[in-house]
Antibody, heavy 121, light 107 residues
Framework: QVQLVESGGGVVQPGRSLRLSCAAS????????MHWVRQAPGKGLEWVAV????????YYADSVKGRFTISRDNSKNTLYLQMNSLRAEDTAVYYC??????????????WGKGTTVTVSS | AIRMTQSPSSLSASTGDRVTITCRAS??????LAWYQQKPGKAPKLLIY???TLQSGVPSRFSGSGSGTDFTLTISCLQSEDFATYYC?????????FGQGTKLEIK
């Protein structure tokens, strides 16, 4: 079955970096766009970033633009989120989610269980 | 950026009730609207996409309608497992955006 498993979360000091990973299985990873979505404690969902099936196109939320980088390795069926210059407000559960085979106007049909990032001194 | 506003923010209902949640977009998004259900400590689950298309495996008591700026999610006969938080999300243009959520609680 389709499965997404996030990893790489943890506690990090403000200003430091962290890289999240999302291992995909059960579908042809290299054919689908992929998203990151986050949820701060007790808050709603916030879309973070998307990458096209081949990695050639990427979009970001304004809140992370210039600090976060989404990437993928189709040979490893893995999605990444490199997070630099972390702030307290980046504290959240980070979910990866599967999109569709096109990049524009794509909903998220499968979600991972999430990995928790805590930014604190 | 497109702003999504849900109402109500919370709702109390009983098993068997019919409930409706509304979602309004700050500009027209055609039918590029999805609804998700989230239970505490769990990942969101896709219920409806394209405003009214039921995702495979989702019970038929869930339905969606609307286009342009105004949308609704209706649960026709509440079951115990439906008590959760519901989010709408526009995927018309980047950056994508979610409504603030509607928490459906047991009366």
């Amino acid at each position: 079955q389709v499965q997404l498993v996030e990893s790489g979360g943890g506690v990090v000091q403000p200003g430091r970096s962290l890289r999240l990973s999302c291992a995909a299985s059960g579908f042809t990873f290299s054919s689908y766009g992929m998203h990151w979505v986050r949820q701060a404690p007790g808050k709603g969902l916030e879309w973070v970033a998307v990458i096209s099936y081949d990695g050639s196109n990427k979009y970001y939320a304004d809140s992370v633009k210039g600090r976060f980088t989404i990437s993928r390795d189709n040979s490893k069926n893995t999605l990444y989120l490199q997070m630099n210059s972390l702030r307290a407000e980046d504290t959240a559960v980070y979910y990866c989610a599967k999109g569709q085979q096109w990049l524009a106007r794509t909903y998220m049909d499968v979600w991972g269980k999430g990995t928790t990032v805590t930014v604190s001194s | 950026a497109i702003r999504m506003t849900q109402s109500p923010s919370s709702l109390s209902a009983s098993t068997g009730d019919r409930v409706t949640i509304t979602c309004r977009a700050s500009q027209g998004i055609s039918s590029y609207l999805a609804w998700y259900q989230q239970k505490p400590g769990k990942a969101p689950k896709l219920l409806i996409y394209a405003a009214s298309t039921l995702q495979s495996g989702v019970p038929s008591r869930f339905s969606g309608s609307g286009s342009g700026t105004d949308f609704t999610l209706t649960i026709s006969c509440l079951q115990s497992e439906d008590f959760a938080t519901y989010y709408c999300q526009q995927y018309y243009s980047y950056p994508y955006s979610f409504g603030q959520g509607t928490k459906l609680e047991i009366k």
